[in-house]
């Protein structure tokens, strides 16, 4: 297995080596190459990329010299800045082997999604800058509880909670996002273990918005695990531009929500999407953006970057090119009139 994936790993290095490296930058975007099966992590860094408010935030930092060249944060930072500045191909090259130094290996397939969530959690984690480090949790962490309520007692276990993206189950068949969000903090019944019973009890169990983050990542479960065997759902999801979450999740709305936090027409406006081709074993991964003050879509595959539209982002509702990630940017009150 592991010699098959080095040689596979191999043979794609020679293809993209025989490439000119006329990698295309079409305004704000630059393309990646792609560098020992980096797809994936260069879809994410388009996201990323058009997630101005994440850089904003990297640059108010100024590593000092004590910060070595496996610190998360300055790598990012550093490959952000260059895809803006620089026609280096490889401007995310240092990101790459810093993530290889964390574990997240060059010639495996990655699942988009866990890297996301590995690159925020260590980006936060390795921030020196403990209010910088806040800020980043900040951009991107929705905050939840769980609430198990013992049907036989009544007596309610309430755990505070977060996460990096929304983990939404889907369907085989149709699906539209708004209802897998609410579903997602739609109420349950199951068996819970009651600390006041002492015993497994019939119990209610939800999850409840404390609040939500200026960048929310809506995360598509397209691949599932049955019997040992991972495939993928290649069902149809569709998502719109705006997504109003405040009307998604007004059921599942906490009591513990601070004022202000949490309103009836919180809209979101969707940025980037990251986009899984293939099966569960063998797939690529692109993305389609929108910078910052751009009316304009680009479709970003490795190192080829060409403008796209919002019909061409519809067709991954259920084409070859299947959503997988979508972010979605908060917009002002006023812009949301
Ligand atoms: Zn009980």
Same mark, same amino acid.
């Given at each position: ?8 790993? %191999? ?16 305004? &704000? ?80 397939? %990655? &699942? ?13 984690? %390795?921030?020196?800058? %403990? ?207």
């Amino acid at each position: 297995m592991g010699a098959s994936l080095t040689k596979m790993a %191999q043979r794609s290095m020679n293809y993209f080596r025989s490439f000119s490296l006329d990698h295309y930058r079409a305004s &704000d975007v630059r393309g990646l190459f792609n560098y020992s099966l980096s797809c994936c992590v260069n879809a994410l860094l388009q996201s990323f990329s058009a997630t101005t408010e994440l850089l904003d935030i990297l640059n108010k930092w100024h590593p000092s010299d004590e910060i070595t060249g496996n610190n998360i944060p300055m790598q990012l930072k550093n490959a952000l800045q260059a895809m803006m500045d620089s026609s280096n191909p490889y401007p995310h090259r240092y990101f790459l082997d810093c993530l290889d130094s964390h574990s997240i290996s060059r010639y495996t397939q %990655q &699942d988009a999604d866990e890297i996301f969530l590995i690159i925020l959690n260590l980006s936060q984690k %390795q921030m020196p800058d %403990q209010d910088l480090a806040k800020e980043i949790r900040s951009l991107y962490e929705v905050r939840m509880e769980t609430r198990v309520k013992c049907l036989e007692c009544t007596y309610i276990q309430q755990v505070p909670s977060y996460s990096f993206s929304l983990p939404l189950a889907i369907h085989e068949g149709g699906n539209n996002l708004e209802s897998c969000i609410q579903s997602f903090f739609q109420r349950q019944n199951l068996l819970h273990y009651c600390d006041r019973c002492g015993q497994k009890q019939l119990s209610t169990h939800e999850l409840r918005l404390v609040s939500l983050p200026r960048i929310l990542c809506v995360h598509l479960k397209r691949f599932r695990n049955d019997d040992g065997f991972t495939r993928k759902l290649h069902s149809r999801v569709t998502f719109p531009v705006t997504l109003n979450m405040g009307n998604c999740a007004a059921a599942g709305q906490s009591e513990n929500v601070a004022p202000g936090s949490l309103q009836a027409d919180e809209h979101y406006n969707l940025y980037a999407v990251i986009v899984h081709i293939g099966t569960a074993m063998f797939g690529h991964y692109t993305a389609y953006i929108r910078p910052t003050h751009e009316p304009t879509w680009y479709y970003a595959d490795d190192s080829t970057v060409q403008p796209a539209t919002w019909a061409d982002v519809q067709d991954t509702y259920e084409g070859r090119k299947r959503a997988y990630l979508l972010l979605y940017r908060k917009m002002s009150r006023n812009a949301s009139g």
